[in-house]
């Protein structure tokens, strides 16, 4: 395949936000069937249109020439995809070399395996999704993982060096309960904590309304135990960042619903198959799998400013009763 223009323009979109920040999601296969997330029975892309790793590299490389500073690998769950080192080590090989940051998201079920490779390779911090450490919830709501496995993970993680970040997807009747001493938890384990807004993605044979919990009514709960005073602290990703009196976790909220974080948005996601979505609440895309198959890189540089084109200036998501999304695409197509 051709190499990309060593210096073409950087990314801006048509509202003039600069576009920094990649996510790619890597498989859409996982593990775990969280209930938020996915349907039990899922139907799994082939793998003729998945994009091989070789491939996500160079397109990985072509966006880094663009301008891309930051890379998140997601899934689906990124640890299950075969040979998934072999990818993490190539885009590693870019930092300081164009790319600042290459970080990951994963359930953690995997983290024993491969915490060490990944810390290798370059990566410096991880979220871990965890929206229970009550075994019997956790089950539930993964639709039968164990937690066991996601701690000796998280504990790999640490002794790895890895800075980690625990994402807890909050839900009315579910883990509510829990978030206090989640945060209480994190500070305890060095760890910081996001908590989100569960997100109208795909179909998953359950209600979202049912658990809906907006962040400002959480948020009103932990100030009036540790109160909360807003940073200046970023990661590149939606969060809002607080310091949490009495804890030295970092707070973040992701609040999609309540308070969006569009006006600023420096992303972009690919799919596995190789489909750029400008936008998590829009089905809009660019797709780069054939151009790539058929032409190089040469013939995917312009597709890239026709995505830019694409992007909007914010997210159509919205709770609403029943069981219709706001878009058909499962959060494990384009990853977290």
């Known amino acids: 395949m051709a190499s990309a223009d060593p210096s073409p323009a950087l990314m801006t979109d048509g509202l003039g936000r600069r576009i920094s920040y990649l996510r790619i999601s890597v498989t859409d296969r996982c593990d775990l069937r969280c209930r938020y997330c996915m349907a039990e029975k899922m139907q799994f892309l082939p793998k003729s ?3 091989t790793l070789e491939e996500i590299a160079l397109l990985a490389d072509l966006f880094i020439a663009r301008g891309i500073r930051r890379i998140r690998l997601t899934g689906g769950e990124p640890l299950v995809r075969r040979d998934i080192g072999d990818l993490v080590r190539r885009i590693g090989r870019r930092l300081g070399d164009g790319l600042d940051e290459l970080t ?3 359930n953690g079920t995997r983290l024993a395996e491969h915490a060490t490779m990944l810390a290798d390779a370059g990566v410096r911090r991880i979220n871990v999704s965890l929206d229970t450490r009550d075994p ?3 089950a539930h709501v993964t639709r039968g993982g164990r937690l066991d496995q996601v701690l000796v993970g998280l504990a790999a993680a640490k002794d790895a060096g890895l800075s980690i970040k625990i994402n807890m997807v909050a839900l009315t009747g579910v883990n509510d309960d829990e ?3 989640m945060l209480r938890w994190c500070d305890d384990q060095g760890f910081d904590l996001t908590l989100i807004e569960t997100m109208p993605l795909g179909e998953t044979g359950e209600d979202r309304t049912n658990h809906y919990l907006p962040l400002n009514t959480i948020a009103k709960e932990i100030d009036g135990h540790h109160p909360m005073t807003s940073i200046d602290y970023r990661t590149g990703g939606p969060a809002r960042y607080y310091q949490v009196d009495g ?3 970092k707070l973040g909220l992701i609040t999609p619903l309540t308070r969006n974080f569009c006006a600023d948005c420096n992303r972009i996601r690919m799919t596995c198959e190789g489909k ?3 936008c998590l609440g829009h089905e809009d895309h660019v797709d780069f799998k054939a151009a790539l198959r058929d032409g190089g890189l040469a013939a995917v540089e312009p597709l890239i400013d026709r995505a830019l084109r694409l992007k909007p200036a914010a997210h159509d998501f919205r709770i609403g009763s029943g069981l219709q999304p706001a878009t058909s695409r499962h959060m494990s197509v384009t990853g977290g």
């Open 136 to 138: 019997g919830r956790f």
């Open 49 to 51: 249109q998945v994009l």
């Open 276 to 278: 750029i979505f400008m």
């Open 104 to 106: 990951l998201t994963t």
């Open 179 to 181: 978030i206090l001493p």
């Open 247 to 249: 804890l030295g976790v």
